[in-house]
C-alpha cells in the first residue's frame, strides 16, 4: 500500500519516487502493530512537509509493507504483495520506520526473521536509515507507560541493545531514533501533531546524517537493471527465496 500526497498512476509513479524533493517512507512490522494506522496518521497530517531547512518544500510518498513474515507469507499471493514493495523502494529509501506496539515490544520470531531478510536483501547498511517507532502511546495512558518506556530507554538491556545483540550492530554506530506515539485523533490532538511532527523530523534527520542520501544498495539498484516487469518480478522473488533457504530458522518460508 502506498500513500501520498501526489496524484500516483504507474505513468508517474517512478518519476515521482526518483523526484528529489520526495520523501520515501517504508513502515515496516508485524500485523497488528499499528504500521497502517500510523501511515494513515502521517498522511492525514503532513500533506506537505515543510519543516526542513530553509523551507524547502518536500513530498512525501509512505509504503506500507506486507506481512513479510506473518504465516500469510506462506501463499504466492503475499509474495506478489512483497514484489510490488520492493520494486517501490529501488529508487532509494529516505527513512525505515520499524514499527512496534509499545505494550507488546517481544522481538518474536517472526520479527527477527522479517528483520533477517531486509539485512540479507539490502545490506546492514539499511539500519543507518532505521527510525524505531512504538505506537499506541496515548495521551490518556501515556503516564501508565513509564515503565515500559524506561525499559526501552535502558542503554544496557534496552531496545536498541537487543537489536544490536540480535543483528550483531555496534552500538557505537546503531543509534536510531525512538519515537513514541500515538495514532488517535491525530488531526484534533496538540499531543499527536506533536508527536508526528516529531517522526517527520526523525526522517529528515536519517538523510541528513547520511550526507543527504536516501538509503540505496546494490541489491535495489539490480532490480532497476532489468528490462522488463516480468524480469523484475522474477529477480526479486528469486532473490527473496535464497534469503530465505539461507535463513537458519525461518518461520515463514514459501510453503
Known amino acids: 500500500m502506498t500513500y501520498s500526497n501526489a496524484v500516483l498512476n504507474d505513468a508517474n509513479r517512478d518519476i515521482h519516487l526518483q523526484d528529489p524533493r520526495t ?5 515496516v512490522g508485524a500485523v497488528g502493530t499499528g504500521k497502517s494506522s500510523l501511515l494513515n496518521a502521517m498522511a492525514g497530517e503532513l500533506k506537505t512537509w515543510q519543516y526542513i531547512p530553509n523551507n524547502v518544500t518536500k513530498y512525501v510518498h509512505m509504503i506500507d509493507t506486507p506481512g513479510l513474515c506473518d504465516t ?12 510490488r514493495y520492493f520494486k517501490s523502494l529501488a529508487f532509494g529509501v529516505s527513512s525505515f520506520l520499524l514499527v512496534f506496539d509499545i505494550k507488546d515490544i517481544r522481538l518474536d520470531a517472526y520479527t527477527q526473521d522479517m528483520l533477517n531478510l531486509f539485512q ?10 532505521v527510525v524505531i517507532v512504538f505506537t499506541h502511546v496515548d495521551e490518556e495512558v501515556r503516564d501508565e507507560l513509564d515503565d515500559a518506556i524506561e525499559a526501552v530507554l535502558d542503554p544496557t538491556d534496552g531496545f536498541v541493545a537487543e537489536l544490536a545483540r540480535i543483528f550483531k550492530l555496534s552500538p557505537k554506530t546503531f543509534v ?14 496538540a499531543y499527536g501533531q506533536r508527536q508526528i511532527r516529531e517522526l517527520y523530523n526523525s526522517v529528515v534527520r536519517c538523510e ?7 538509503f540505496n544498495c546494490k541489491w535495489l539498484r539490480q532490480i532497476l537493471t532489468h528490462q522488463t516487469e516480468e524480469e523484475k518480478s522474477d529477480f526479486i522473488v528469486g532473490s527473496i527465496m535464497d534469503a530465505w533457504s539461507s535463513m537458519a530458522t525461518n518461520v515463514c518460508r514459501l510453503q
Open 23 to 27: 520523501h520515501v517512507v517504508s513502515a
Open 72 to 83: 500469510s507469507a506462506r501463499d504466492r499471493q503475499n509474495v506478489q504483495e512483497m514484489v
Open 120 to 129: 540479507q536483501l539490502l545490506g546492514k547498511d539499511f539500519w543507518n536509515f
Open 176 to 189: 536510531p531514533n525512538l519515537i513514541f506515539t500515538t495514532t488517535q485523533n491525530v488531526r484534533m490532538s
Open 208 to 214: 541528513a546524517r547520511n550526507d543527504g542520501r536516501r
